[in-house]
């Protein structure tokens, strides 16, 4: 836990970095870019709980965003493009400031938040600003997620790389309800399931992206991985190989997380006739 002095000096800190008239748009963006979950459990590297990661991470986030709400809310429009879209470098730092700022915000609960987010994404004049606009929505899974989701999916996804994007944002969902949707995705008759860029991009992005839901307390995330693994294997070996490299941190999770996962994993090299490649990478992981 922090004091309120540690998290004033940080949020202070934070501040002065998005209000500096000297620093560069890029570089205060990394700055108001606290380290992911995922980041989080390896610097822990031993018992870890993920649930307990996120709800700690959350409340500081919650915290800063408190404290700078105002300057958040300040930075989002002063760097709301005006000008046509350029991939420029003053141009992509003002959109990762605005977006930095926005994500924040939105994360952090910031009253304001899901309404900033909302009309980013309406009014967003290029898919990188509309996109990062829902990362945001879905990370705080706001009341719009489900519907923008389908939005963007409608709008954008005709392109593979932009269906790829999507695809990894379903992947890293972290409400309830997300592993049921990425099991609907699979089973929807449209799905391309022997296509490795989409298995990749969903799947993947669960099991090395989405600690909470990929390392459930009651199994399932690995059940569903390594059950997808078994599936996968028999039609694309390095896919499945690939995804089952999501399980070598399972040792570094506290007993029961480290449990099922070890259940999981001899369940799958009971069960299933794997491919070489997959056979190895399973027994190096179970092996330590």
Same mark, same amino acid.
């Given at each position: 836990?922090?004091?309120? $002095?540690?998290?004033? $000096?940080?949020?202070?800190?934070?501040?002065?970095?998005?209000?500096?008239?000297?620093?560069?748009?890029?570089?205060?963006?990394?700055?108001?870019?606290?380290?992911?979950?995922?980041?989080? $459990?390896?610097?822990?590297?031993?018992?870890?709980?993920?649930?307990?990661?996120?709800?700690?991470?959350?409340?500081?986030?919650? #915290?800063?965003?408190?404290?700078?709400?105002?300057?958040?809310?300040?930075?989002?429009?002063?760097?709301?493009?005006?000008?046509?879209?350029?991939?420029?470098?003053?141009?992509?730092?003002?959109?990762?400031?605005?977006?930095? #700022?926005?994500?924040?915000?939105?994360?952090?609960?910031a009253r304001n938040g899901p309404e900033f987010a909302r009309e980013q994404y309406r009014t967003a004049a290029n898919m990188t600003d509309r996109f990062a606009a829902l990362t945001a929505i879905v990370a705080a899974w706001t009341p719009d997620a489900p519907a923008l989701l389908g939005d963007f999916r409608t709008m954008y996804t005709a392109d593979p790389l932009v269906f790829d994007k999507w695809l990894a944002l379903n992947g890293m969902a972290t409400d309830t309800a997300a592993l049921d949707r990425i099991k609907a995705l699979l089973a929807d008759p449209a799905f391309p399931r022997n296509n490795p860029n989409r298995l990749r991009a969903l799947v993947g992005t669960f099991g090395m992206n989405n600690p909470t839901q990929f390392a459930r307390a009651n199994g399932d995330g690995f059940r569903f991985l390594t059950e997808f693994v078994a599936d996968v294997d028999q039609r694309n070996p390095q896919v499945a190989a690939r995804v089952l490299t999501a399980f070598r941190v399972w040792r570094s999770f506290e007993p029961v997380r480290r449990a099922e996962a070890e259940k999981a994993l001899k369940s799958l090299q009971e069960s299933a006739e794997l491919s070489r490649n997959t056979a190895d990478i399973l027994g190096r992981t179970l092996g330590g």
């Open positions: 836990a922090w004091s309120d $002095a540690q998290v004033d $000096a940080l949020a202070q800190a934070l501040d002065d970095a998005a209000t500096s008239e000297t620093l560069d748009p890029a570089f205060k963006a990394n700055a108001l870019s606290l380290p992911a979950e995922s980041l989080v $459990a390896r610097a822990i590297g031993r018992e870890v709980d993920p649930d307990r990661i996120q709800v700690v991470r959350n409340q500081l986030l919650a #915290a800063i965003a408190a404290r700078i709400e105002g300057t958040l809310e300040q930075t989002c429009r002063q760097n709301a493009g005006t000008l046509p879209y350029s991939p420029d470098f003053r141009q992509a730092g003002q959109r990762s400031l605005r977006n930095a #700022a926005l994500s924040l915000l939105v994360t952090g609960r």
